[in-house]
């Protein structure tokens, strides 16, 4: 269906809103799963969830976006030969950050991270689109300086090798990554209450979404890891 024509009659910000109460169950879901039973919601939050933003360098991304479509023109006359095979094609900026979330993944867990066995391992990745000037949009406006706002939470004992391996990618000086700067953060100590930190990172992560679901701009806008099983 044309974008010109949207079935949601619900606004930009009921919309986002909707996106940012399913990023708190997820977190929610994977805190019930991961923290020990004498450790609050607030001392895990606190001990292992990032939030991460990542900027692309424009120039470099330029290359990548050229290089992928035709990878991605590649695959397509390989699906006309081979009838029924699949493979997930993502944007340039989501790749970027789907080999960031492999790399880190294989820090942690090793080079096996992607066998269903370890899939309870991997840690949660929430990753959203945003455009400069969401915060102030009244409808939909003009898609500059696409970035990535991301929100990590991490099983015990996992963080440290997270934040080594952010340093690797960020002193990778080839062309491995596009990234202008990656910008870590862990959750603000400006509330006691975690849970209000969490909230507000979902309803900061989820702003462009509404727009974006209403008036289709940007292709790829949301990833959430672990992929889910086939």
Same mark, same amino acid.
């Given at each position: 269906?044309? +974008?010109? @024509?949207?079935?949601?009659?619900?606004?930009? =910000?009921?919309?986002?809103?909707? /996106? #940012?109460?399913?990023?708190?169950?997820?977190?929610?879901?994977?805190? $019930?799963?991961?923290?020990?039973?004498?450790? =609050?919601?607030?001392?895990?939050?606190?001990? @292992?969830?990032?939030?991460?933003?990542?900027?692309?360098?424009?120039?470099?991304? *330029?290359?990548?976006?050229?290089?992928? %479509?035709?990878?991605? *023109?590649?695959?397509?006359?390989?699906?006309?030969?081979?009838?029924?095979? +699949?493979?997930?094609?993502? #944007?340039?900026?989501?790749?970027?950050? $789907?080999?960031?979330?492999?790399?880190?993944?294989?820090?942690?867990? !090793? #080079? @096996?991270?992607?066998?269903? #066995?370890?899939?309870?391992?991997?840690?949660?990745?929430?990753?959203? *689109? $945003?455009?400069?000037?969401?915060?102030?949009?009244?409808? %939909?406006?003009?898609?500059?300086?696409?970035?990535?706002?991301?929100?990590?939470?991490?099983?015990?004992?996992?963080?440290?090798?997270?934040?080594?391996?952010?340093?690797?990618?960020?002193? &990778?000086?080839?062309?491995?990554?596009?990234?202008?700067?990656? @910008?870590?953060?862990?959750?603000?100590?400006?509330?006691?209450?975690?849970?209000?930190?969490?909230?507000?990172?979902? =309803?900061?992560?989820?702003?462009?979404? !509404?727009?974006?679901?209403? &008036?289709?701009?940007?292709?790829?806008?949301?990833?959430? /890891?672990?992929?889910?099983?086939?």
């Amino acid at each position: 269906m044309s +974008k010109n @024509n949207p079935i949601h009659s619900a606004s930009p =910000s009921a919309i986002a809103k909707d /996106y #940012s109460d399913w990023f708190e169950t997820e977190i929610e879901y994977f805190l $019930d799963r991961n923290r020990l039973p004498f450790q =609050s919601y607030d001392s895990f939050i606190e001990a @292992n969830a990032f939030f991460v933003t990542f900027s692309f360098d424009k120039r470099k991304l *330029a290359r990548r976006k050229s290089r992928l %479509s035709v990878s991605e *023109a590649d695959v397509h006359s390989d699906r006309i030969k081979l009838r029924g095979s +699949k493979r997930r094609q993502l #944007s340039a900026e989501f790749d970027n950050v $789907d080999r960031v979330y492999k790399d880190v993944c294989q820090a942690i867990l !090793g #080079s @096996n991270f992607h066998r269903p #066995s370890k899939r309870k391992e991997q840690p949660l990745m929430i990753a959203a *689109a $945003d455009v400069n000037g969401t915060r102030y949009w009244r409808s %939909s406006g003009p898609i500059e300086n696409m970035h990535i706002h991301s929100i990590w939470v991490f099983g015990g004992g996992q963080r440290g090798s997270f934040r080594q391996k952010i340093e690797d990618i960020r002193s &990778d000086v080839n062309d491995r990554f596009d990234f202008d700067e990656i @910008n870590v953060s862990e959750v603000s100590k400006a509330d006691r209450n975690r849970k209000i930190d969490v909230q507000r990172l979902s =309803s900061y992560s989820s702003k462009f979404l !509404g727009f974006n679901t209403i &008036d289709l701009s940007v292709q790829d806008d949301l990833e959430m /890891y672990p992929l889910r099983l086939p």
